[in-house]
């Protein structure tokens, strides 16, 4: 049943959302020339995937976990698409292939030995991971390894179809935060 509903609302936002995919995709085009940031994300049962999303960093920006990352790297059209989970949009594509579901654990990096480790523990690498879930909605990152994969474990026993639309419901109200990036340290002007 999930699957169905993942399939169907991945086509229906495509298309309902196409003017906004296509009008970010040109800003972020305009901003760094390079507006799809394809990663490498870990999915069910450990396969590894590929996980596209708008980019919102300097090109430079080094392949490590979002709150790893200064905030001195994201652009100024990369906040705002940050802001508004605009940057996510791109995941759609992976709901319609089948890489990822709507709602379910947000995809590690294969780099972040840890949260693999903590998840695969609960076996929370049995489901499919989503664009958004509870730990997103409850604030919580990757910073927190254990917290995030006792969260997730808890979020897939419970899930019907009712949390499903709920998930997707607070998310969309703008519940979901995604991993933040490090705050720069300001440097004194004196």
Same mark, same amino acid.
């Given at each position: 049943?999930? #699957? $169905?509903?993942?399939?169907?609302?991945?086509?229906? $936002?495509? !298309?309902?959302?196409?003017?906004? $995919?296509?009008?970010?995709?040109?800003?972020?085009? +305009?901003?760094?020339?390079?507006?799809?940031?394809?990663?490498? #994300?870990?999915?069910?049962?450990?396969?590894? +995937?590929?996980?596209?999303?708008? #980019?919102? /960093?300097?090109?430079?920006?080094?392949?490590?976990?979002?709150?790893? %990352?200064?905030e001195i790297q994201v652009t100024k059209i990369g906040a705002l698409l940050r802001r508004s989970k605009l940057d996510e949009l791109p995941q759609l594509i992976n709901v319609?292939?089948?890489?990822?579901? &709507? %709602?379910?654990?947000?995809?590690? !990096?294969?780099n972040q030995k840890e949260v693999i480790e903590e998840r695969k523990k609960l076996g929370v690498l049995n489901f499919k991971p989503g664009i958004t879930g509870l730990s997103?909605?409850?604030? &919580?990152? /990757?910073?927190?390894?254990?917290? $995030?994969?006792?969260?997730?474990? /808890?979020?897939?026993?419970?899930?019907? +179809?009712?949390?499903?639309?709920?998930?997707?419901?607070?998310?969309?109200?703008?519940?979901?935060?995604?991993? #933040? %990036?490090?705050?720069?340290?300001?440097?004194?002007?004196?």
């Amino acid at each position: 049943m999930i #699957r $169905l509903t993942d399939f169907l609302f991945s086509i229906l $936002l495509l !298309l309902i959302l196409s003017p906004i $995919l296509i009008l970010v995709f040109i800003l972020c085009y +305009f901003d760094l020339k390079s507006p799809i940031f394809i990663q490498q #994300r870990v999915g069910i049962n450990l396969k590894i +995937f590929s996980l596209y999303k708008f #980019r919102t /960093m300097n090109l430079e920006t080094p392949n490590i976990p979002s709150h790893k %990352v200064d905030e001195i790297q994201v652009t100024k059209i990369g906040a705002l698409l940050r802001r508004s989970k605009l940057d996510e949009l791109p995941q759609l594509i992976n709901v319609f292939k089948g890489d990822m579901s &709507l %709602v379910g654990p947000r995809p590690s !990096l294969p780099n972040q030995k840890e949260v693999i480790e903590e998840r695969k523990k609960l076996g929370v690498l049995n489901f499919k991971p989503g664009i958004t879930g509870l730990s997103q909605i409850n604030g &919580l990152d /990757m910073s927190k390894p254990k917290l $995030l994969a006792e969260n997730d474990y /808890m979020m897939m026993q419970k899930m019907s +179809f009712l949390l499903y639309l709920k998930v997707i419901f607070l998310t969309l109200i703008g519940k979901g935060k995604g991993d #933040r %990036v490090k705050k720069s340290k300001k440097l004194d002007s004196d």
